[in-house]
């Protein structure tokens, strides 16, 4: 793969420093059908590598997983392969068996806790929180039942931001062998990636964990800048790619908003050294003593951290922490058309913490099973045209049938 030159990373960080944010006037569409494809990808249980539910896929010996090595300032140091996706638990069950569900056994499904038998290992990701503003039934429909094909549209928004991580990085393959093997090598892009910031002042696919409402969450941010000036504080930013060269509707933008400020708040959270390292290694059944394997040790001396074990390595982690600003209370969320990678509009708003608990508090409910699944309200409705659940779904049914009500079709106008 081929690298950016190291000069041209310093100027584009300059050149998108410097950017004007503008909404132009342009049409607003309420969703098309090959964006709710996309959306409906990350619903399906896309997750971030941060999640240790993808570990058992990638550790057993002789597997390898992909990372990446900064080409900037001669940093010698690795990073993972970004925003790797798998199920999440799901379970066998078909699709058809929601007919025979009655309430009893939803209400049992509800009393164990959607987190204690999906997430109770793994924590929760920011996908599962936008995912769960989204529409909390579907995000049971998906948990319970499985996730749906990877469309074009998917693929093309996907390769997008793989290409987007590759003009500033390469990608280096490095084999683990246990979860505290895979667990140091996503420390270490995020020491990679503050690196790359602080040094370029831009960088992408930052790895992010944190403990927040006695709930462990993991992300990854687009990307990462630091702006010219006065002030320092990086922006956070995140990258949509659309079909139709049109803003998606608010409740697409609210989502992205969402998104947006679990990362600042993790973030921050890091810098602010709330990182409790006990709690971290318990939940996650980790041994911080563990001796990593050979190869990640060359490779982490080779970048100039010398650890051996997986608690140096999350030492080094907090020490990077620690030189590093909170982020700007400014966030920006891009729109780009998959045609020509052309900006279509550019959104910047306001970081707001009581939105934010309020929402991740409203999510937890659902998760921790205080109470069952909301469905999207009525002036969202248009979202059932498009998800895959809509034949099954209660919302969807007249009352004592299992008949589904008439959908319109996803070339018909939203009501």
């Known amino acids: 793969m ?31 059908e090959e964006e709710m494809a996309i959306i409906e990808a990350a619903l399906a249980a896309t997750r971030s590598c941060l ?27 690795i ?5 790797k996706r798998f199920p999440g ?55 319970l039942f499985g996730k749906r094909k990877v469309s074009k549209a998917m693929k093309a928004g996907h390769d997008r931001h793989v290409k987007l991580e590759q003009e500033i990085v390469k990608r280096v393959k ?48 687009d990307e990462i800048r ?34 947006l400020m679990c990362y600042k708040h993790l973030w921050d959270n890091l810098v602010a050294d709330k990182f409790p ?10 041994n911080p003593h563990y001796i990593l394997s050979k190869e990640i040790r060359d490779n982490t001396a080779k970048a100039g951290i010398p650890a051996k074990t997986l608690d140096e390595v999350v030492r080094y982690y907090r020490n990077t922490c620690s030189m590093l600003l909170p982020a700007d209370n400014q966030m920006l969320l891009r729109y780009e058309l998959q045609k020509d990678n052309s900006v279509i509009g550019e959104e910047q708003f306001a970081y707001d913490p009581d939105w934010l608990n309020s929402h991740i508090q409203c999510c937890l409910e659902f998760w921790l099973g205080e109470r069952e699944a909301s469905f999207t309200p009525e002036e969202e409705s248009w979202k059932c045209r498009f998800c895959q659940f809509a034949s099954v779904c209660p919302k969807n049914t ?7 009500v008439k959908i319109n079709s996803p070339n018909s106008s939203p009501s």
Request: contains cysteine; proline residues 6%.
């Open 89 to 143: 638990g799901c379970s066998d069950s078909d699709i058809e068996d929601l007919n025979g569900f009655n309430n009893t056994q939803k209400k049992n499904r509800v009393a164990e806790s959607l987190f204690h038998r999906f997430r109770k290992k793994t924590g929760l990701s920011v996908t599962d929180i936008t995912s769960t503003e989204w529409c909390e039934k579907q995000m049971e429909f998906v948990l």
């Open 51 to 77: 999640s240790s539910s993808a570990i058992p896929a990638i550790c057993s010996p002789s597997r390898s997983s992909s990372f990446f090595q900064n080409n900037v300032r001669s940093i010698r140091s």
């Open 277 to 286: 390292c006990k709690e971290f290694f318990d939940f996650f059944s980790l």
């Open 398 to 404: 007249s009352p004592g049938t299992s008949s589904p």
């Open 79 to 83: 990073t993972s392969l970004s925003k």
């Open 174 to 221: 490095v084999s683990i062998e246990c979860d505290e093997d895979a667990w140091a090598i996503k420390f270490l892009n995020f020491i990679t990636g503050a690196n790359q910031l602080l040094f370029e002042g831009l960088t992408r696919e930052i790895p992010l964990v944190g403990f927040i409402h006695g709930i462990w969450l993991v992300g990854i941010v």
């Open 2 to 32: 081929t690298e950016s030159p190291p000069n041209s990373l310093s100027q584009g960080a300059k050149d998108v420093a410097t950017t004007s944010i503008s909404i132009p006037q342009i049409p607003v569409e309420i969703v098309s």
């Open 226 to 259: 630091i702006p010219e000036g006065g002030n320092r504080n990086p922006i956070l930013v995140d990258t949509k790619t659309r079909v139709r060269d049109t803003l998606p509707a608010e409740p697409q933008r609210r989502n992205g908003r969402l998104q």
